[in-house]
């Protein structure tokens, strides 16, 4: 049905104007779901990379699904959930009743929810560690409450490679990949591009 696959690549697209809510709370930052799905998924490619024996494919097809419900339920933070319970199993379910590859994403979300196999594992973990990256990036623009976050979310982390990956995150200004680099290129860049000295 070309129809329903239609409808569910526009469907995939209110994921990139649904915020994610915990940044309500901890009071700064912005981000869509559609944005923490890419970059958990690029750290879960990186975690399976680094765990032998795990299907890099598969890790990155649960960090894509994990949160593909959240188009219908929105996002929900722990607050919220405690009140509420998301009914994003039902969102995955009727996403799935409607697309001929629908079996697909509803095994890979609920494999990913069900965290028993080292791929579900490694999702989890990459979802974890994207929030950590956003909660550090939030430490350096000045918020405060977002170090003692992070605490409680680094207990949670399962695999060798996402406690690793951990230690060095935290210990590493989130600028580093551009302004720390060795040969300082932007400092020698062309006069033209210096209007601002």
């Given at each position: 049905d070309w129809g329903a696959i239609v409808d569910f690549v526009y469907?995939?697209?209110?994921?990139?104007?649904?915020?994610?809510?915990?940044?309500?709370f901890l009071g700064t930052g912005e981000q869509s779901v559609a944005e923490h799905l890419f970059r958990t998924a690029i750290i879960g490619y990186i975690l399976a990379r680094l765990t032998p024996r795990a299907d890099v494919d598969r890790v990155i097809f649960l960090c894509l699904m994990h949160d593909i419900g959240e188009s219908r339920t929105s996002?929900?933070?722990?607050?919220?959930?405690?009140?509420?319970?998301?009914?994003?199993?039902?969102?995955?379910?009727?996403?799935?009743?409607?697309?001929?590859?629908g079996k697909e994403i509803q095994e890979a979300f609920l494999e990913e929810q069900a965290r028993k196999t080292l791929e579900a594992k490694i999702a989890k973990d990459a979802d974890q560690l994207e929030w950590i990256a956003t909660l550090r990036q939030e430490i350096e623009k000045g918020n405060i409450k977002a170090k003692s976050w992070i605490k409680s979310v680094v207990v949670r982390l399962e695999t060798p490679a996402a406690k690793k990956m951990t230690r060095i995150l935290l210990k590493t200004h989130p600028d580093h990949w551009w302004f720390d680099v060795k040969d300082k290129w932007f400092e020698r860049r062309a006069p033209k591009f210096r209007s601002w000295k």
């Open positions: 469907e995939v697209g209110i994921l990139e104007k649904t915020p994610r809510s915990g940044l309500w996002d929900l933070n722990y607050v919220h959930q405690r009140y509420g319970r998301l009914a994003e199993s039902q969102a995955v379910d009727d996403i799935a009743k409607a697309l001929p590859f």
